[in-house]
């Protein structure tokens, strides 16, 4: 697969909130993926530990109101999209999160992955 029909099909599951689906689809074995400092997991390796963060993250969503997902960007290997959220997080008021997503391809599977946004301050 090449790296557009990779972003196409990666930002397809996002839009219908599959991203399981996606990880389980389009993500390397050896996976890398990287969130900004403060965030709860800041670097996890490997499909298994990416599915666990995923599900972890699931599991701090009270409701998930709307999400817009970005056409991709594609150069050479990588991927880039712009992702907003409007959630409500368990224990905490709705709130809109915004964050650019960074992908390199190899082989026709995600190999890395990086998150950019501002991680939300559990003191407000």
Not at 25 to 33: A, G, M
Not at 94 to 115: A, H, P, Q
Request: contains cysteine; negative net charge; charged residues 25%.
């Amino acid at each position: 697969m090449s790296t557009q029909e990779v972003a196409d099909k990666l930002v397809g599951y996002c839009r219908m909130g599959q991203f399981t689906d996606a990880i389980n689809t389009l993500y390397d074995e050896n996976i890398v993926s990287i969130e900004p400092d403060g965030a709860p997991m800041k670097e996890v390796r490997g499909l298994e530990e990416v599915r666990q963060k995923t599900e972890h993250f699931n599991s701090m969503v009270e409701e998930v109101h709307g999400m817009t997902v970005s056409d991709p960007l594609v150069a050479d290997k990588f991927i880039s999209i712009a992702m907003e959220m409007d959630v409500t997080f368990k224990g905490a008021p709705r709130t809109k999160m915004s964050e650019i997503c960074l992908y390199k391809v190899d082989n026709g599977k995600i190999v890395w992955e990086e998150f950019f946004f501002t991680p939300m301050n559990p003191e407000g």
